[in-house]
Every structure is written in structure tokens, then in C-alpha cells.
């Protein structure tokens, strides 16, 4: 049948069972919104800002494991989006951005509200498209879809040409399992491309490594944000557990290794445990699965697990031996590399001796009650954690509180811990938060965040409140931009040089202003009491936001600082 | 120094479908990554809808690696290879504007080129303008000789490179 572009647009969301998406209307993809209209299957969440928008999808699609879609106008709709869509490109996270762009013959003229938002977008996304003919549309979006989704998943952006949404073209329903046998997709799924299959694992790579691992006296695993990708979470406890080996995670990987297991040795790298970080130095075999080596967890890549055989599994080539030189690699999907190795290995290992070195450095950090009695990071997330339901699941900001929260919090399963690992996006938490609020309307979110961070976004709280979210923001208000300070006070001198937030707004009465709760709390009963009540009153559909205030001199410990050794505490 | 960080030319040849933006997304990657692109020159292949590349770096063989991983992460690409200097061809065309005022320097111009077998693709009252296909070394070589009488305007294309077919060999060799 005939449809205009934007149907098929709608129709192309409606093939990939596409029920929701994020964004925001404008000029350019005014036809788009008009067939939204019309369409109520498709739920659309209006957030204040397209970066809002931005965030939320992708805190939708790591909530969810489906890929979250979102919407913009072109120029400054774009643009707002960029942000983003690098936050969700460094953590590989599916989402499929759609923006539209000015008429086809006003492209290059500096048109009004027009940017070359593919060429913004290029570093930034596993590929992106800019649609100038109706006929190739529906080609482009299944292909879009594809590509987000397969392989190592991450961004993709469709720029569609105003006249796109308007022109018509034939349109006919193709579900989705036949969309590999269109367009080029053929040629990338006939020639194994990287950016749409998973290699298969080499069988010789594995059955060496299960030696390695059998023969190993001191092994440590990390798990990366890889396994919650693959949905290896499973086999990587197994893999674990027959090993009895020490785990790290790293802050990507929160989730994926269980945090009650008593293996876990917390988090590695530049603010890892002391267990982490002291086992990473000495162990003899370091197996990291679907970890890429930053530099926040190496620190100094020359002398980073020196000791040790390195091995690497990963589904993209280009992560093997990028930072840190491996002895032995596989490319490939991490949950079928793990079956194979499960397969291979076949006795229990026991490693007792090693890990009572290893567990006797600390996995927690121990924060000192303080002598002006003012509430202590460990003591804000201890009552969070016992009062709030099991599962809850967790969205952070980026800065101290992220760190206390990946340090403190024992997340359980993939997807509980939805942080921005590699961009470190402040302002990242709260449109997140609407992202898996929306996708689990049932579960309990919450966003941890810091003042700093959430001065950049907090507008999204008109959004939390309209769709009536109960989301439970906690601010750990210590009137400054505590990371940065933290760096200044042990490297710069304590030249606190812009980073004293000693400044408004009154986050509990902008909440209400808002029109949600709003709370400030110096205390933890106080706290325990409002955690309380955000259960009781769930049922209302307001959100909270609890404004905790901090002392201005807590700091992340342990820490290593950048391109040092990783057991050269800088702080312990 | 260890093999693996000893930097060196390295010719890349890859194809990509033919289409808007492939050549900024490609040079893209390369600035981004911290590569210099020495050369790069682009045509159609036997298929239209398909474009090859060649394009010459100096890197190490560990970065080089995961260039070529980087690289066929692209969508548009169908292939990534590293052209051997031994088993391939490499050629650019120098176009090359010089000084020939008089006719002993056109004569002399002339014999230089016919040594190089370059050719006279146009001349003036006081200019000779000359074509060569070479490899790099061959055409700044002739540059250099030429550079006496005055170089006018210099264009090359960048090399094109192909690797060499293999020969059959013999029963007995």
C-alpha cells in the first residue's frame, strides 16, 4: 500500500514491536509527530529537553535489554541529543535516535534549524543514515534496528529529510525475522561483518585458555559490561564459582556478578577495593570477559597485572589488545565462549589459599562516622539498601555518589546498575531513571546523584512528574562538585578552584515546585523515616527527591591516581 | 626495537559501498584514531555502487592491527587489506608544470622525461607540462631533477596500489 513517509516510519517502530519512545516535537519532524498521533499504540514520552529524551532511551534499553528509541527535530533537537548518544555509544547501549532534518533542497544552505547532525554524530554512532528518498526509508530503518542491536550493540541515528516524511512510497508490513534478507544486510550478514554478527569463537584460543584457567594457582576475573550485553551473566558465575576464583567487577559490569557472592572481590581500578586491586598485582592469570581495558580501570597499562597470563574475551576485535597487550584472546560472543569454556573445564578448583590473601584486604571501604554529626555517604546508601525493595533498580549521576553507590550497593542482576561508564555523563541519572521507570512500571528506581549533577538536568523532574514516575532521587548535597574537589584537595593544593556549589536552588522545595516530594535531610533517621514513606505513598505516582546533605570533605576511597601503579593507594 | 612499534609505510586497500559521506566517515576514522593519511586515492571498481581506497599511512604493526579492526567495524565496508611492498604494485600519476623557456631547456626537459618514460601532455612558448606514473620514490626523484628549471604547478594523485597475481609454479621447481 501507498504511505507517506511518516507512516512508514511509525510502521517500520511497529514492526520491530517498538511500544514506546522518547523525545521531543519541532519544526522538521512535524509530519512524524502528525502520524503519532494517529498511532496509540505507540506511547510517547515527552520529556523537558531532548537530552532528557536521550538519556531516557537508553536508560530504557539497559533496563529492559529492548532498544530504546527517540526522537528530535533537526539543528538544536539534534544537537541536544548529542550528548547522549556518545553516553550511550561508549557503553554500547541500543538505542535507535531519529531525528529529521530540513527539505532536501535547503540542505547546505544553512537553512534555519538545519545541521549536519550525521556529520556531528559520526564518532559517536555505529553508523548513521540520512534518508533523502521515501523509497529507501523503510530499508534504512530496519537496517538502523539491525545494526543497533547485533554484534556489539550502540547508537545509531536515522536523519530523515523533511520531504522524506511527507513523499509517499509503497509500504508493505515485513516482520521481522525476514529483515535480514533485504537491502544490504545480506552482504553484511553473507560476509560476517563485524557490525552485525558475533565471530565464532576460535576452538583452539578456548581450549588453551581452559588450560591456563585449570592450571592457574591465583586467578582473578573481571567481569565487564560485556557480560550484562551478552546476557552471559549466568556462565560467568559458573565460571566463577568451578574456578573459585576472586572477581572483580568493573563499573560497567555492576550486576552481572552477583554482589552477595562471596567471591566478589568489589569494584577494580582507580577507585577498586583494596582486595581488587592487590589481587589484579599479584595474581598469575587475569580472565577479563567483556572488559576493554580504560584506563580508569588499568591505570598504568606497562605495569597492570604484571605478573599474570592476560586473557581477553570480547565480541569487537578492535577491543583486543587496544589498551593492554593480552597473552592469549578470543573475539566472539561472551555467553557462547563461556559455555565452551564451561564445557572444558571440569573439575572445581579450590584456590583457598589464595583467597585468604586476597580477602585479606578490605572489599569494603569503611567511612569513619563523622565527629561534627553529619550523615556519612556509607550511612545514607546503608539505610537505601535496607529499607528499598531487593531489586530496586539503581541510576546514577556521575561523581562520588556513583563511586559510593557502585561500591556499596550488592547488585544482583544485569541490568539493576545503569550508570554512564565511559562517558561519565553528568546528568546522565534522572532521565535514565524516566528511561527504566518507563520500562518497569512495576519495579522501584532510583537515582542516586550528587547536587552537581543534578543542577544540569533536573528540569526532568516536569517529566517524572506528568507520567507520574515514583522515582526515588537521593542527593548527596555537599555543596560542592565532590570528585573535582577531591582531585584539587590531593593534587592541586586544595586550590578549590570552581567547584564550591555554595549556591541554591533548595532541591526539596524545587521538587515541590515541580510537583513532587521534596525533602531535605540532615539525619538518618530522618531518612529512614522518608524511605519509609516513599514506599507507603508509592501508590500516589510522585516521585521524591531527598536532598541528603553531606559533609563538603567525604571522598571516594580507596583511590588510585591516574597513570600510577594500581596498588599505589593514593587513599586507602 | 621491538618489531611491533617499529613505524613503517603501510598501504591499505579497502572497498565501500558507494555512497554519500563513506569518504568523510573513512578519513574520519583515521584522524580519530591519531592517524596522519599520507596518501589516499579513490575510483570505482569493476562495480559502480562499490569504491576502492588506497591509502598509505606510517604507523607500527600493533597500531596498524587495530586500525584494520577499527576500520571493518564500518558498515560501508566490504574489505580491509594490507597491500605487502613486495607482492603489489604501487603507482601515482605526477602531473608536473615547469619552466621551458628556450628550446635547449625543452630538449633537456624532454630527454629527463623520456629517461623516467613521463610524456609531454602540453607546452607553451615558455612551459612544458608532463605526466609520469610511478611509485613515490620514482616521482620525487623526477621532481628533484626537474626542480633546477623551475616548477610551475605539481599535482599527484596519491597511490593506487593492487597486489601481484601469483605465479603458477612448476612440478619440478
Redesign the interface.
Known amino acids: 500500500m501507498k504511505l507517506n513517509g511518516s507512516e512508514i516510519l511509525i510502521n517500520c517502530l511497529l514492526e520491530q514491536g517498538v511500544d514506546t519512545v522518547f523525545g521531543y516535537p519541532g519544526g522538521a519532524i512535524l509530519n512524524v509527530y502528525d502520524a503519532l498521533y494517529k498511532h496509540a499504540e505507540i506511547k510517547h514520552i515527552l520529556t523537558a529537553h531532548e537530552q532528557g529524551a536521550s538519556h531516557a532511551a537508553d536508560g530504557y534499553a539497559r533496563s529492559t535489554g529492548k532498544v530504546g528509541v527517540c526522537f528530535a527535530t533537526s539543528g538544536p533537537g539534534a544537537t541536544n541529543l548529542l550528548t547522549g548518544i556518545a553516553t550511550a555509544y561508549m557503553d554500547s547501549s541500543p538505542v535507535v535516535f531519529i531525528t529529521c532534518n530540513v527539505t532536501g533542497n535547503l540542505i547546505g544552505r544553512d537553512a534555519f534549524q538545519e545541521v549536519d547532525i ?2 556531528c554524530t ?2 559517536v554512532t ?2 548513521n543514515y ?1 534518508v533523502r528518498d521515501v523509497d529507501k526509508l523503510a530499508e534504512t530503518v530496519r537496517e538502523a534496528f539491525i ?1 543497533a542491536t547485533s554484534g556489539r550493540p550502540g547508537p545509531v541515528l536515522v536523519d530523515i529529510q523533511k520531504q522524506v516524511t511527507s513523499n509517499e512510497a509503497e509500504y508493505e508490513f515485513v516482520p521481522k525475522e525476514k529483515h535480514f534478507e533485504q537491502g ?1 544486510i545480506v ?2 550478514k553473507s ?1 560476517h ?3 552485525i554478527s558475533s565471530p565464532e569463537p576460535d576452538l583452539n584460543a578456548i581450549d588453551a585458555i581452559a588450560e591456563i584457567l585449570m592450571k592457574s594457582e591465583k586467578p582473578l576475573l573481571i567481569c565487564g559490561g560485556g557480560v550484562v550485553r551478552s546476557g552471559a551473566a549466568d556462565e560467568f558465575t559458573e565460571l566463577a564459582e568451578k574456578l573459585d576464583a576472586p572477581t572483580a567487577i568493573t563499573v560497567m559490569g555492576g550486576g552481572a556478578f552477583n554482589g552477595h557472592n562471596n567471591l566478589k572481590t568489589g569494584m577494580i581500578g582507580m577507585h577498586g577495593s583494596q582486595a581488587s586491586n592487590m589481587a589484579c598485582d599479584s595474581c598469575d592469570v587475569l580472565f577479563a570477559v567483556g572488559c576493554r581495558f580504560s584506563d580508569r580501570v588499568t591505570l598504568n597499562p606497562n605495569t597492570f597485572a604484571s605478573q599474570a597470563k592476560i586473557i581477553q574475551i570480547d565480541i ?3 577491543e ?3 589498551n593492554i ?1 593480552t597473552d592469549i584472546h578470543v573475539v566472539g560472543d561472551a555467553k557462547k565462549i563461556l559455555r565452551l569454556l564451561l564445557e572444558r573445564i571440569t573439575e572445581k578448583q579450590d584456590h583457598t589459599d589464595w583467597k585468604n590473601y586476597v580477602f585479606s584486604f578490605k572489599v569494603e571501604t569503611v567511612y569513619k562516622k563523622l565527629e561534627n554529626g553529619k550523615m556519612t555517604p556509607a550511612e545514607i546508601l546503608s539505610a537505601v539498601a535496607e529499607i528499598l525493595p531487593d531489586r530496586t533498580i539503581v541510576t546514577t549521576d556521575v561523581g562520588q555518589h556513583q563511586m559510593w553507590a557502585i561500591q556499596h550497593f550488592k547488585f544482583d542482576y544485569p541490568g539493576q546498575l545503569i550508570t554512564s561508564g565511559g562517558f561519565g555523563t553528568m546528568g546522565f541519572g534522572l532521565g535514565a531513571a524516566i528511561g527504566a521507570q518507563v520500562g518497569n512500571p512495576e519495579g522501584t528506581v532510583l537515582h542516586v546523584t550528587g547536587d552537581g549533577s543534578f543542577r544540569m538536568n533536573c528540569n526532568e523532574l516536569a517529566t517524572e512528574e506528568y507520567y507520574k514516575l515514583p522515582i526515588i532521587t537521593i542527593i548527596f548535597n555537599n555543596s560542592c562538585l565532590g570528585m573535582v574537589r577531591q582531585w584539587q584537595h590531593l593534587i592541586y593544593d586544595e586550590h578549590y578552584s570552581q567547584t564550591t556549589l555554595d549556591r541554591g536552588p533548595d532541591f526539596a522545595k524545587l521538587a515541590e515546585a515541580y510537583g513532587v516530594h521534596g525533602r531535605r535531610v540532615t539525619n538518618v533517621e530522618q531518612l529512614r523515616e522518608i524511605l519509609h514513606e516513599t514506599i507507603e505513598k508509592r501508590s500516589d505516582g510522585k516521585g521524591w527527591v531527598i536532598d541528603c546533605q553531606i559533609d563538603i570533605d567525604e571522598m571516594v576511597k580507596p583511590m588510585v591516581g591516574g597513570g600510577s601503579h594500581i596498588a599505589d593507594f593514593m587513599l586507602i | 626495537m621491538d618489531e611491533q612499534n617499529k613505524i613503517r609505510r603501510y598501504t591499505i586497500v579497502t572497498s565501500m ?1 558507494n555512497e ?2 563513506v569518504l ?2 573513512l578519513a ?1 576514522l583515521f584522524s ?1 584514531r591519531g592517524h596522519n593519511i599520507e596518501t589516499i586515492a579513490a575510483g570505482w571498481t569493476t562495480d559502480r555502487k562499490i569504491m576502492r581506497f588506497t591509502i598509505e599511512i606510517f604507523t607500527d604493526e ?1 597500531k596498524m ?2 586500525l584494520c ?2 576500520l ?4 560501508p ?2 574489505y580491509v587489506e594490507i597491500l605487502e611492498p613486495q607482492k603489489s604494485i604501487r603507482r601515482e600519476l605526477m602531473l608536473v608544470r615547469v619552466n621551458a623557456a628556450d628550446r635547449a631547456t625543452r630538449n633537456e626537459i624532454i630527454q629527463i622525461a623520456n629517461i623516467f618514460r613521463g610524456s609531454v601532455v602540453d607546452i607553451t612558448h615558455d612551459s612544458l607540462t608532463l605526466q609520469i606514473v610511478g611509485d613515490d620514490q620514482k616521482n620525487s626523484a623526477f621532481e628533484t631533477l626537474l626542480r633546477e628549471y623551475g616548477i610551475i604547478e605539481l599535482a599527484r594523485t596519491g597511490i593506487v596500489a593492487i597486489e601481484r597475481g601469483e605465479l603458477k609454479k612448476h612440478d619440478d621447481d
Open positions: 550525521t556529520g559520526l564518532p555505529k553508523c540520512m545494526v544490504r552482504r553484511l560476509t561483518h563485524p557490525s569487537d576485535a578492535s583486543i589488545d587496544k597487550k | 559501498d554519500a559521506g568523510s566517515q574520519h580519530r600493533a592491527k587495530l579492526d577499527q571493518r567495524k564500518l558498515v565496508i566490504h
